[in-house]
Nanobody, 127 residues
Framework: QLQIVESGGGSVQPGGSLRLSCVVS????????IGWFRQAPGKEREGVSA????????YYADSVKGRFTISRDSGKSTVYLQMNSLKPEDTAVYYC????????????????????WGQGTQVTVSA
């Protein structure tokens, strides 16, 4: 049974760090690219970062470059999003999604490219 479960969210002060985990079951990270998206209240869901299945190429939104790092542990079927230097504008529900095959520079942040989604984990950054 295919399942995507995010965890690691919480409340943190500005400048703090969190590590989100995305555990996938029923599919292999060898064949699925994983993306992280977020949705803040009243805003559209946006792509944050992604890692391609084929060669592990990583992608980041400009707003998180240099602060967030995506990685994967295929043995644990888990993709991580390390978030450092968090800002209040990072507050959102963070979603993990799986896309069969590789992803591209143009397509990694396109939601409809992804086949499966998790339920999300809340991240709140406030003083």
């Amino acid at each position: 049974q295919l399942q995507i479960v995010e965890s690691g969210g919480g409340s943190v002060q500005p400048g703090g760090s969190l590590r989100l985990s995305c555990v996938v079951s029923g599919l292999s990270l060898k064949y699925y690219s994983i993306g992280w998206f977020r949705q803040a209240p009243g805003k559209e869901r946006e792509g944050v970062s992604a890692i391609s299945s084929v060669d592990g190429t990583t992608y980041y939104a400009d707003s998180v470059k240099g602060r967030f790092t995506i990685s994967r542990d295929s043995g644990k079927s888990t993709v991580y999003l390390q978030m450092n230097s968090l800002k209040p504008e990072d507050t959102a529900v963070y979603y993990c999604a799986a896309d069969q095959g590789s992803i591209t520079t143009q397509g990694w942040r396109v939601m409809y490219e992804y086949d499966y989604w998790g339920q999300g984990t809340q991240v709140t950054v406030s003083a």
